[in-house]
Each structure stands twice: as C-alpha cells, then as structure tokens.
C-alpha cells in the first residue's frame, strides 16, 4: 500500500509563490501518475497538474498553465508543485493523489490521497 504525506502549504500574499511536496511512501513501483488536486470553500474538487511517475509527461489546468511547475524526484519518491503568482482564487485545500491507470487529469484516475494541505493567497 502507499501512503502518501503533503507539506508545504500556508499563507502567501498575492504574486508569492509557495512549493507543495508529496512524499510517497510503501509500493510506489505501482505508482503509474501522481497527480495534484484542489477544493475551494463550496466548490468541487478540481484537477491541478499531473506527471507522470516515470518518464517527463506533464499535464496541467489551463487556469495553472505557466504559473505552476509540477516535478518529481524519484531517489525521494517527492512530488513538488511549485505555484508562481499567486491569485486569491487559488485559495483551497490542495490534495495530492496517486494513480495507478492512465488517466492523469480525473479523480476517477486515482486510487490514494493524501490529507490535503491549505493554501491561502490574501489580496
């Protein structure tokens, strides 16, 4: 089983930048994509960024294109999203999410989660 551990949320002003990690831990050689995720106050999670677990293929939200980096680093089994530029309405909760099947850019392509970590950007 893998579990999977976030960090690095908090609060940032607008135009900040913070760097979420994801640390996965167990049978990570299962591991086919991991991918990001958010919620905000009274809306559906949505799809963030995604890459995956071997080779460089990235995908991203258009809302997140060019302000947030996904990379991984697979000596410490890591996932970062770094988030540039910060807008108020990137405030959520921010989940990180492991998949095993082909397909990066849905929850239905993911089987684990993590706890979620908050993220508020103030104007």
């Known amino acids: 089983q893998v579990q999977l551990v976030e960090s690095g949320g908090g609060l940032v002003q607008a135009g900040g930048s913070l760097r979420l990690s994801c640390a996965a831990s167990?049978?990570?050689?299962?591991?086919?994509?991991m991918g990001w995720f958010r919620q905000a106050p009274g809306k559906e999670r949505e799809f963030v960024a995604a890459?995956?677990?071997?080779?460089?293929?990235?995908y991203y939200a258009d809302s997140v294109k060019g302000r947030f980096t996904i990379s991984r680093e697979n000596a410490k089994n890591t996932v970062y999203l770094q988030l540039n530029s910060l807008e108020p309405d990137d405030t959520a909760v921010y989940y990180c999410?492991?998949?095993?099947?082909?397909?990066?850019?849905?929850?239905?392509?993911?089987?684990?989660w993590g706890q979620g970590t908050q993220v508020t950007v103030s104007s």
């Open positions: 999410a492991a998949g095993v099947r082909g397909m990066p850019v849905v929850e239905a392509g993911y089987n684990l």
């Open positions: 890459i995956r677990w071997s080779g460089a293929t990235t």
């Open positions: 167990g049978r990570t050689s299962n591991i086919y994509v």
